[in-house]
């Protein structure tokens, strides 16, 4: 038995039990260790970022949501990075962004009026339980950055999702607290299947 499973056992005996979202179906019993980031002088990375270290046999991919059994709470996974010991995989370290919204993410449509022959706009469902975290996009590098939130300016707001849920400019997305956004741009480099869009008011 390898250095990985070791600790995959004692990950089952003291960690975090978790359940990972899939359309295909959750995937639930698996555990890891996991501790909120302690820098208590930037707030949001403080209540928003964890970190977390996955066992050498995760099913865990970036760009999944994962909810902690323990009190329901939803993160997506930003990384997974594989840490060896004597040439094999021990474990996996990761980054957690917390999910702050859920909604439905909508496509825009067109039909014609069959009487007036004017084309109506509407809005076609291509994602619910679209979780995710909604913030104000900062200037600089963004949520890595090493400078204290509150001295940078603001942009607009960023919706990050995972990058399987194909979001496209002009979509909708309708978050269950009431807010309409619509997607304006959409970042797929900046993270490995997590897509950051570009979102303002929408008013259509």
Known sequence: MGIGADIAGAFDDACFSITIFRDAGNI???FVDSELNRQITK???ANYFRNISFPYDS???TGDIVQFDYDETLYMVMSKRAEAFENEIALYEGTLYKCNVSGDLRRPTSTRDPVSLQRQQDFTSVRSNCYGLLTEALYG?????DQELGMMGLENHELYVPGSFQ???LDRYEAISGEFLMVTTIKKRRFDNVWVCGVEQDTR
């Open 141 to 145: 590098h963004d949520l890595e950055t």
């Open 43 to 45: 707030p949001f990375v």
């Open 28 to 30: 639930s019993g698996e």
């Open 167 to 169: 979001p496209q400019v």
């Open 59 to 61: 099913q865990a991919l």
